[in-house]
């Protein structure tokens, strides 16, 4: 980007990470979800140059850098050819913005990376605004479908929308009620009185070796025999004839009950009640979706069981990562000396700096 007198413009931009505080596994099938963004997150600092065919990026990640051809189609299968692996996801981004030329820059991030606080979105969106040279027009929804294009493009795997719609339209001081289906937030303010804290679990996560894209057949093999799950009852998930399926739907049914309970119970400065379902939500996830594994159940179950914690609950799409803790402010840090950790606050969204 250049002004008027021919001068290259350094552009900056920073976009959160995102822990969900309930809600998982709802969004590919239209439903709600309750997710916050976090002080935490990704910077790009990229310098346009207009004759360049490449995007050149370092990263504080890792010590390879990343080399992007400007020209690269969207063909998922060329994208995931480049090395090293983090550069797919810069041309996930470079293929969605169709750029004309390239640039050099660096990323840098203290998002902790495999935990399920959304590190990958973070990078996409901070890319986005970035790689389009500060001109990026798009905001809030369209800015999200256009880094989930990029997430779908580097990964492979169709993601849903949650990640990329909350960490581009976060307010800060709030969490978001967050309809999958016709995308539109409900912006939630977390009580003073709350505090939020992720644990890791020991067990890193990724999405492309996780169960994610099987469970999204599953859901759409339950779809196509009962309709959408957004609008299915009880009753309906009774109907479904395999067990396993029927496991899978109740969760799905159940978990958008939770969540617009939950945002209730926080509108309502009810605490407790938005831990217990923060907790069921963990045991639904568990159980009917199998998506956690035992170092996190394990670390679910001795956050719970901790005086003056609400609730606890896997957060992300699950096998490693991260729990989310609702705890009373100041009463889980003594305790947790020696584990991965962070009080995360709600935080505004993506934006050019």
């Known amino acids: 980007m250049s002004d ?59 010590p390879e850098l990343a080399r992007v051809p400007v020209l690269l189609p969207e063909d998922s299968f060329e994208i995931a050819m480049l090395l090293p692996e983090w550069a797919r996801y810069v041309g996930g981004v470079v293929a969605a913005l169709h750029l004309a030329h390239g640039g050099r ?61 909350a960490i581009a339209s976060a307010v800060s001081g709030h969490a978001m009620l967050l309809d999958c289906r016709s995308q539109t937030i409900t912006q939630v303010q977390v009580p003073e009185g709350a505090e939020i804290v992720v644990v890791h679990c020991g067990v890193s996560r990724s999405v492309r070796t996780s169960a994610y894209a099987e469970r999204q057949c599953q859901c759409a093999a339950v779809q196509a025999e009962i309709g959408p799950l957004r609008e299915a009852t009880v009753q309906d998930v009774d109907r479904v004839s395999n067990p396993l399926l029927r496991k899978r739907a109740r969760h799905v049914v159940s978990e958008n009950a939770r969540v617009l309970a939950f945002a209730s119970a926080l509108q309502g400065g009810d605490l407790a009640e938005a831990g217990a379902l923060m907790t069921d939500s963990h045991h639904s996830l568990a159980w009917d979706f199998e998506v956690s594994v035992p170092e996190l159940d394990q670390l679910v179950a001795w ?3 901790q005086d003056a914690v609400f609730g606890a609950r896997l957060t992300g799409a699950g096998m490693g990562g991260c729990a989310v803790a609702l705890a009373e402010p100041g009463a889980l840090a003594p305790r947790l000396a020696g584990r991965r950790h962070w009080v995360v606050r709600p935080s505004a969204g993506a934006c050019l700096r």
């Open 4 to 62: 008027d007198t021919g001068r290259t413009h350094v552009v900056e931009s920073f976009a959160p990470g995102r822990v969900n505080l309930i809600g998982d596994h709802t969004d590919y099938t239209g439903g709600y979800a309750m997710p916050m963004a976090i002080q935490l997150g990704t910077e790009v600092v990229f310098t346009p140059e207009p004759d360049s065919p490449l995007v050149e990026l370092s990263s504080t990640c890792d």
């Open 105 to 165: 820059g660096e990323v840098s991030s203290d998002l902790p990376l495999g935990a399920g606080l959304s590190s990958s979105a973070s990078l996409q969106l901070a890319l986005c605004l970035a790689l389009a040279g500060g001109r990026n027009p798009e905001t809030g929804g369209s800015l999200a479908r256009l880094a989930q294009q990029a997430e779908h493009l580097a990964s492979g795997v169709e993601t849903g929308i949650l990640d990329h719609l």
């Open 303 to 305: 956050l719970c069981a």
